[in-house]
């Protein structure tokens, strides 16, 4: 990991709640490589977007954050606000999970995909002409009408290629994506997926990818990250761990995926809810929900540990892998 | 015979100057039949009609053409139909938290389902005791029976919502993406509970998604929907195996598996 963009170490963030701090992640490390894909599994409430959205530095009022967020030889939690906006939609850009409501309805998608480039100060012939190539970049077809269009004109998918589009308007390094494509029908979600690979391999730009969508992972993450109730259960190479877990609630996770192109039988469901953060049990937070677990995982919280090359994970009794 | 039929539906929500005008219809002379014990699945790309279909047999939306009928007879708008056709089709949304009232307890949720249909309200033991077996039944604590829609998570109102719905022991669910938000684990555990009461009770699924692997776990037949019309209708297993249709076969290999990746 000497090439990474962005390292996080003992990151934790806690929210204000009816009954006191709510800690949502919690001592959570892990590097983004440059130029790689870096998945972020888990279930809701897990601390996903909450994570993404400490690196681009937009928590809501009231977020403690302790830990360190490495960007190069700077520490984006101790950073002044005026310079992490400068970062913000430049070097590191967001999409998010519902282009409908990241889109402002009342600008044309040209205006809103050019913002960060006539801010920089480019004139205005350059930033429409920047505008429709990289409309046409993106897939929007015909970019040189539909760039003054509005978003209720454009399809679910249209939107969410005008939202890369907007991305990529800053030449970023790292682009954080939200569960950027749960929204879409299947054909279009493909097509968005195999955009967001090309681009990474065209600009040679990393990207930090939050979905529940273990499918979606594997095809995209060249990295995975697997949190459960805020914490780290497991981190390795995309692939091996989503067809090896070494955590038993990676493995849970995994086996519950039906398959379309082979029958498989409805899995065999996880006893009990998710834990949430408010009220996580103690030692392994998924002991409650774990066939495996036995006393020591009641008590004691398992530390990250490598089980194999590049291979992490948080638990006392890890599946061989 | 069949439980649930649509012939030829037609539904336009156009005006009539745009419909002259050749804007296509929302779903364009559908016709489909679920048996008394079969799950049916619908798939197809959002916006491919699937929803207004299920509305169409829910009784939520009236078409321009074609007819509902259950159990042989026509049935219209839900205001319209008989108490106990009412009570015979349930159906379950998508978004869980919208569709229960945000003052109400889940107790008084399942509890004003029986007020309105005394015939499906318990008769032999106490309302308390049927709620915490409902609940049981889709993997809640029963304590969650105090609760309001708010403090549950997504996944925990989905199930309220379906708890609900099988409290009327109805004859037919109409699930429009009921598991599409839902995590991984708490979606098997849903589907689980839907292929157990499948079995157990007779009760007929009218099941719309768009996810494929879930379809195939579950449904006993597919129908396809593109723009409007159906394109194929077939067993899982032949659809699966043998696709008929080009727009199903894009439908396939547009469809991500973990395996293979
Ligand atoms: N604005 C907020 N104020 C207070 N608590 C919040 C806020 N947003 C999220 N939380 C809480 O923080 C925790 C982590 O939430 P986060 O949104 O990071 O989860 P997630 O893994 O992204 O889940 P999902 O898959 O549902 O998007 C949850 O317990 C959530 O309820
Ligand atoms: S630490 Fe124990 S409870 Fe936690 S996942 Fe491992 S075996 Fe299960
Ligand atoms: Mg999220």
Known sequence: MTDALLQIEHLSIDLPGPAGPVRVVDDVSFAVAAGRTTGLIGESGSGKTMTATAVIGLLPAGAEVSGSMWWQGEDLVTMAEKDRRRLRGRAIAMIFQDPQSALNPTQTIGRQVGEILRRGGMPKQEVRQKVIDLLDRVGVPDPRTRHAQYPHQYSGGLRQRAMVATALAGSPQLILADEPTTALDVTVQARILALLRRIREEEGMAMLLVSHDLRVMAHVADEVVVMYAGRLCEIGPGREVLSSPAHPYTRALVVSVPAVRSRTAIAEPLPGSPASPADRPSGCPFHPRCAKARAVCRTEVPQMRQVAPGRQVACHFPEET | ?261
């Open chain 2, 1 to 261: 015979m069949s439980l649930i039929e649509v012939r030829d539906l037609v539904v336009n929500f156009h005006s009539r100057r745009e419909r002259r005008r050749g804007r296509p219809n929302a779903v364009d002379g559908v016709s489909l039949a679920v048996r008394p014990d079969e799950t049916l699945a619908v798939v197809g790309e959002s916006g491919s009609g699937k929803t207004t279909v299920a509305r169409c047999v829910a009784g939520l939306q009236t078409p321009q053409a074609g007819t509902v009928l259950f159990d042989g007879a026509p049935v219209g708008r839900v205001a319209k139909r008989p108490p106990e056709v009412r009570r015979a089709i349930q159906m379950v949304f998508q978004d869980p938290a919208a569709s229960l009232n945000p003052r109400m307890t889940v107790r008084s949720i399942i509890a004003e389902t029986w007020r309105t249909h005394r015939s499906a309200a318990p008769a032999d033991r106490s309302w308390d005791d049927a709620i915490a077996e409902l609940l049981r039944d889709v993997g809640l604590d029963p304590g969650v029976a105090d609760r309001r829609a708010p403090s549950l998570s997504g996944g925990q109102c989905q199930r309220v919502s379906i708890a609900r719905a099988l409290a009327l022991r109805p004859r037919l669910l109409v699930c429009d993406e009921a598991v599409s938000a839902l995590d991984v684990s708490v979606q098997s555990q849903i589907l689980r509970l839907l292929a157990g009461l499948r079995a157990s009770r007779e009760l007929a699924i009218l099941f719309i998604t768009h996810d494929l692997g879930v379809v195939r776990q579950i449904a006993d037949r597919v129908a396809v929907m593109h723009q409007g019309r159906l394109v194929e209708t077939a067993t899982a297993d032949d659809l699966f195996e043998r696709p008929g249709h080009p727009y199903t076969r894009k439908l396939l290999d547009a469809a991500l598996d973990l395996e293979g990746a």
